[in-house]
């Protein structure tokens, strides 16, 4: 199963995707699979309309299968009495030729007919998903990043200011959607590409997670970090926020980050005695040629090694973790409340 998500106006029913060339609708009631709708290609990727009424499906071929979720059938219940069901079907499909989709999204305004979806090229196309007609159009397409994007997440808070994508190019770009979609902030913390974006239910904590050994969190309006990073010991693939306070779910990887760091950033060295290296060399610039310690995005990356180095556990003293498959952040603050 490689994603699932819950339908924005039914809590009890969520749909999920996989690469044997199926999609599932399930019912957390029943505890049970209610239908299963066969596609064309190994699926990866599912969002849901806001709405409700249709759900988008991305496979390993670049393809995108857009599913009625509205239509119903009569059948016959146990007792023999005729009954009208969900029969969800695929109404259309759209095939992305010479370009690489990853994830996508409808924005959050509940009647929307913005669609978004983000490239291997480093763009972000905005389309207007017709759901009368079935059909998507591509409006405008512009260049968000340097690497290819990968995630996409908007603000799910009545406010609705902004989005925010993680990028191959290991920056989460945070954009204002009032002011007409204008990149506004990065988080340049991240050494490695970036898998996973969450806003919190009202909008006010950003998360993000790469192939790094850390989640950051931050304010999606100044990208400053707001608590210590919650360490990691492999790379993240998804995040989710609790829709009603300050609780955050996170999964990854089984594989031991260990070696892949070392290989990646050259960890062989002493912790302890990189930080002091690199403390040592902002001096010699500062003294030097250069006018200063750096540019932010390096004090940001060099930030995140010396509280690894300073402190095995960063964030004893300020969250709470559950250990165990899928793990739980919880701020102190909310804890004590």
């Excluded at 059948?75 to 969800?88: I, Q, T």
């Excluded at 990646?264 to 005695?273: G, I, M, S």
């Excluded at 090694?305 to 701020?331: A, C, D, F, T, Y």
Aim: proline share 4%; net charge negative.
């Amino acid at each position: 199963m490689d994603q699932i998500r819950f339908s924005p106006i039914h809590e009890d029913e969520l749909v999920s995707v996989s690469c044997d060339k199926t999609v599932k609708f399930w019912d957390v009631r029943q505890k049970k699979e209610v239908q299963s709708i066969p596609t064309h290609g190994e699926n990866i990727n599912v969002a849901w309309s806001p709405n409700g009424n249709t759900v988008c499906v991305g496979d390993r071929n670049d393809t995108l299968t857009f599913i009625d979720c509205t239509a119903m059938r009569t059948v016959k219940s146990a007792s023999g009495k005729e009954v009208e069901v969900k029969h969800r079907k695929p109404i259309s499909r759209k095939v992305f030729k010479d370009t690489e989709v990853n994830e996508f999204s409808w924005d959050r305004e509940k009647d929307t007919d913005k669609f978004f979806v983000l490239t291997g090229g480093g763009k972000i196309q905005c389309n207007i998903w017709d759901e009368k007609k079935y059909t998507i159009k591509n409006v405008h397409e512009f260049d968000a990043h340097t690497g290819g994007c990968y995630t996409i997440a908007f603000d799910p808070s009545e406010k609705k200011t902004h989005f925010a994508v993680g990028s191959a190019d290991s920056l989460v770009s945070i954009w204002n959607i009032p002011v007409g979609y204008m990149c506004l902030r990065t988080v340049a913390r991240h050494e490695t590409p970036v898998r996973t974006v969450a806003f919190s239910h009202d909008g006010n904590f950003l998360a993000s997670a790469s192939e790094d050994d850390f989640i950051d969190i931050c304010d999606p309006v100044s990208s400053k970090r707001v608590c210590e990073p919650i360490f990691v010991r492999a790379p993240m693939n998804a995040l989710a926020w609790h829709p009603k306070t300050y609780a955050l779910a996170y999964a990854g990887d089984q594989e031991d980050l260990n070696k892949r760091k070392r290989e990646a950033l050259n960890l062989d060295e002493d912790l302890d005695a990189k930080a002091s290296r690199m403390e040592e060399e902002e001096m010699g610039k500062a003294g030097g040629g250069r006018g200063g310690a750096g540019s932010m995005e390096e004090n940001d990356r060099d930030d995140n090694r010396r509280r690894r180095s300073g402190n095995p556990k960063p964030n004893v003293n300020k969250v709470q973790q559950v250990e165990g498959i899928v793990r739980l952040w919880i701020p102190k603050l909310v804890v004590d409340e």
